[in-house]
């Protein structure tokens, strides 16, 4: 019973972490219609340049900053340079931009500060609070709390505000976001900008939990992604849901079945939502009129 | 998707790799006296996996250290270093350039068994020697011979440490499946069974997976003092014992060599000080020999990490082709030895020197026999139990 | 006084061939003219001309004074132009009600919130369809949420493309309705209005255009138009004479 307990509890706790994965996606796949292959090299460049301050003495919340920061700016940077302007050669181009360039980065990363994976520093692995019995660290704590007002804030912004709702628009009718004047340009290079900060935000949850390699936001971007797959692309709450769903399926899976096991369920159960649900479990059923 | 990234690093890396400029090989040794020896190896000099090349380092250190004592009977060794990246679709390209263009005569500690295991059969057909710097038990062979010790006799070793010495009978086991993972866990089963005893727990773990919470969680279940994972590398053992260690669970680890190094340490922020036992047949920094490992080292590969198991195995393996390659000159008297003269040599070689025991490759091509118990204390890795027959 | 859309010398051509040639026309503002003639007389080239998706190769487009022949497609709006399409552009993943809304964030009508956009979709006659998504409603429904999109704009000069074309006769009478409010409640709008229903046209036009062979072959009232023989002969003749 208190495997069972333990597993499920941790299991939520490890998938908010795989939603919020999924979030950064979300963003720029609302607005451009893609997923970025990037951002875990994103991620894995502010944490470098947050580990460097931190080890000459910055102080945690310093160090948290900066490594926002800078993802930020690599994010909008990767963005403005070179994906939304390959965009006019299509979706395809586009995409494999950000694979082109997470393989740059991640090489240049190698080159510069190696692949030996290192600590990372968190909040604090001190016992805030304990679910049933199973003790959870501060760190934990602030990546559930972080993570949900995470989801509630990108939920708002993209169904109240303006900016948001235009965002959603850009990708899906060119010619009427160009005709009513929506300036697409300029809200793709935000949701860069916004989806680089948010994977800077992923990393200082995923790094001091697998340490920092220039590998390790990557190897969780793959939970993201068949979070958003299965809560549906266009559904930051779809991708809470299903990202917790992952952790806890994964979870059990490992405990109960066997850890080799654990990327057939995942995928199979993303195919299995491809095939009955195409656009996920959240995001809304397009009807078709006859 | 991320296999597919994977494929694409291979590509993208080539290029970084070109301008590292850290592709090349070895520089030839303009030696007075007799002609060259040429051998050669594959290691992860970049890509994701380029720590572990502080093994080649070390490997080089220990030739560099001979070449510049005048060589082998006048005879420099050329070594010839080829950048897989630790990925087995590269390595076979590789090693035909080092087979079929660079001509050497051996591989002198190629790294990894993924590698390893991608050339094995073709290295044969070449009839090229090779020393092999890897543990999977499968990989040895008519031309490939192992070092490092079988993990079944050091999961076996560890278990009979933590029952005789430690005077622990509450043992779980945590393994990976695969051979290195599979066979270390039998060892332990192996010895528990003939103390009248049993594990606690055999836990499986899969060495890609992101998240060891499910592990942690039945290993706290099983209450075991003592934990033996010694397959895992340093990063896996790093986050199953993170992970554990999180939900308080704190038993004693059961590791290896392969996880002996920095990177372990500084994964779990010295929280299992005292507390971690490493099962190797190499020797440590502190000891008498290893004093002057750690001198050639600093002379000759001054950046690469002293301490690791990765680099004391790479050292350990250089000494050993010299060893070999000695006793292989003097068998083609005086001259630089062909293949057949180094796989003469190697099919009837033993060794039990100040570098490693229990090496009889008479007998059988696999690794050392013997191996000793470190505890991690204080950052260092000292002495816990000498070296010993593996049970 | 100003006009609120004056034209002149519009040459269009595609490859050699003119799809506009000397149109220049002048319309007062609070005007609704009906653009019309056969198919293929240059009425939708016209159209896009106006909202600055095609180049013209000469002449000049005038909106309220100022010149837009340097105004890309994206800025005519803030010059108070905006237009609709004969297959509505709505975003697929966006209700009818947000679709509106993405009509405010560069328009005029910038101050406007959800309820002005409910308060158009209630004068078009769609307000029970604002919370469904575009492919789950009428095709009639689709093209007067796209009227809505644009009014929130708050256009001094509204661009309809065949706003009747594909619906069936309940929802052009719904349409008719629809627009009857809209001037009703916009008396200063302006509004050019391509459609094939020349009588359709007429019941809300006060103003007819009409275009043969990218020619301006009449302008003025729309009872004068329909009784101009040359239009008789250009735009009915074929139906006329046999």
Redesign the interface.
Known sequence: M??LQ??LI??V??GIVYSLSGAGLVVIFRTSGYIS?TQGDIAAVGLFVGLAAYNSGAGYVWTALLVIAVSTLVGGLVGALITVPLEKHGHLPAALST??T???I???L??TV??????FPEVS?SEALSILG??M?WSDVAGVLVSASVFIGLGVFFSRS??G??M??VN??K?????????DRRLKLVSWTVAGALSGLLGLFVAP???L???SV???L??G?CAIVIGGF?SIFGALVAGTAI?VM???T??YL???L??TVLWASMLLVLLVRPNGLFG?R????V | MSKKLVGLTVALTTLSTALAGCGGGGDSASGAGGDEIVIGAFSPLSGPAVSASSGIYATKAALDKVNDAGGIDGHKIKFIIKDDQFDPAKTPGVTRELVETDRVSMLCGPQGSVPFGAVKDYLAARKIPTIVNAGAPTLAGEYSYLVSSPFDGVGAMLAQFAVEDLDIDKVAIAYSDDALGTSARDGAVRILEADGLEPLGEIKYDITATDFSSQAIQLKATGADFVSIPAAQANVAGLVINAAEKIGYKPIWGLSYAAQNKTLVDVTKGAIDGRAYFATPYITEESETGAEYAATLAEYAPDVEVNSGATIAGYTIGELCVDVLTKAVEAADGEVPTSAQIQETLSSYTADNDYIQGIDWSDEPDGAAAAQILQLKDGKYVESKPFAPLP | MTAALEVRELYMTFSGVDALSSVSLSVPQGTWMGLIGPNGSGKSTMLNVLSGLYKPRAGAVVVSGSDLGRVPARSRIKHGVCRTFQHPQLAASLTILENVMVGAVRGRGASADDETGLQWLARLGCAEYAEHLPAEVPYGVQKRAEVARALISEPSLLLLDEPAAGLSARERAELVAALREVREVLPDLTLCLVEHDVGLVASVCTELAVLSAGKLIAHGPTDEVLADDAVKLAYLGSRSTT
């Open positions: 208190e495997l333990t597993s941790l299991g706790v490890v292959f694979i082109a997470a393989l740059i991640s090489g240049l190698n080159l190696g692949g030996d994976p290192r600590s692995r199973v003790q660290s303006r900016m709702v235009a959603r628009a899906d009718n010619l009427a976001g160009e005709l009513l004047g929506v300036p939990i697998l340490s390699s220039t590998v990557n190897t969780l793959v939970f992604f266009d952790g994964t979870n059990l490992s405990t066997d850890p080799n654990v990327p809304r397009k009807l078709v009129r």
